[in-house]
């Protein structure tokens, strides 16, 4: 009998430790990798570091580049689904995540998963997620090269600023303008914007690639969802072989202390299933 209740207590024991450690919530990257060496670049620094993230902080991480895999029952074993580089095009696969999002999903957007240009590959055809869910608009202009900014905390009370200063520099980044001002739409919190310190930002060689002036949001949520939009996402590259011939990366974006934090600070947010 005592050989029986010890079993009993490690079986107890054992069961409530593999409780304790399974995984509070499940992530879903979906990317495509083909486009700009910058973005794939991206995509496989990202595919690394949110592992790392994962083992850390108890979330499991998965990728795909099926996006046919976008379907109501794919997306239901997800508690957050991200974008790393783009978006669905398929109207059926648009419509899934519409609903996913619309019935409590959790959404992380970088950079050119925002993108939307007409006429380009990428045009502004999907009303619903550039005019309502991302509020951007369409893309209207960028920075070159990619360059570091002084970002500043627009809201500090928010689940992904905690902790983080009132500004820091960031990663470098090739940076967006959007035709919508973000400021006059009711359901759009901007959480980081470009601090004018960082002025004048860009090196060109063209001048209307540098940015002497004006207010630009990088990090934002529409409160209707669970989402962020990040505007990082672009690692510099030696587009020009100035160091080799193998087009090497020159900066990365998972490699700033305060920039990390307010990355993972978002996604166990939106894990967790709640709004600030």
């Not at 950079?111 to 550039?130: C, E, I, K, M, V």
């Not at 672009?234 to 990366?249: I, P, Q, S, W």
Request: some cysteine.
């Amino acid at each position: 009998m005592r050989m029986t209740a010890f079993w009993m207590l490690c079986l107890c024991y054992f069961s409530v430790h593999a409780q304790s450690h399974a995984p509070t919530f499940k992530v879903i990257a979906f990317y495509t990798g083909r486009e700009d060496l910058a973005h794939i670049s991206f995509v496989h620094e990202a595919n690394r570091w949110f592992p790392q993230m994962a083992a850390k902080y108890n979330f499991t991480y998965e990728t795909t580049t099926n996006w046919s895999s976008l379907n109501a029952d794919f997306l239901s074993h997800y508690q957050v689904v991200l974008f790393l580089d783009t978006r669905p095009e398929d109207p059926a696969q648009r419509l899934a995540f519409q609903k996913y999002m619309e019935h409590g999903g959790a959404w992380m957007g970088f950079h050119f998963s925002g993108f939307a240009l007409t006429p380009s590959a990428y045009p502004q055809n999907w009303d619903w997620y550039h005019e309502q869910f991302l509020g951007s608009g369409e893309y209207v202009s960028n920075t070159w090269r990619p360059t570091s900014a002084v970002l500043r905390v627009e809201d500090a009370n928010h689940p992904a600023t905690r902790n983080l200063p009132e500004t820091f520099k960031s990663a470098p980044n090739e940076w967006y303008r959007w035709s919508n001002d973000l400021r006059t739409n009711a359901d759009i919190k901007i959480l980081l914007s470009i601090d004018p310190a960082s002025f004048p930002l860009g090196t060109g060689p063209k001048p209307y690639e540098i940015w002497h002036s004006g207010y630009y949001p990088v990090v934002w949520t529409n409160t209707k969802y669970r989402m962020i939009y990040f505007n990082m996402g672009h690692n510099d590259m030696d587009y020009e072989h100035k160091y080799d011939n193998t087009n090497r990366t020159l900066s990365h974006t998972f490699d700033n202390v305060m920039q990390d934090q307010l990355i993972i600070n978002s996604l166990l947010w939106l894990g967790d299933g709640s709004k600030p």
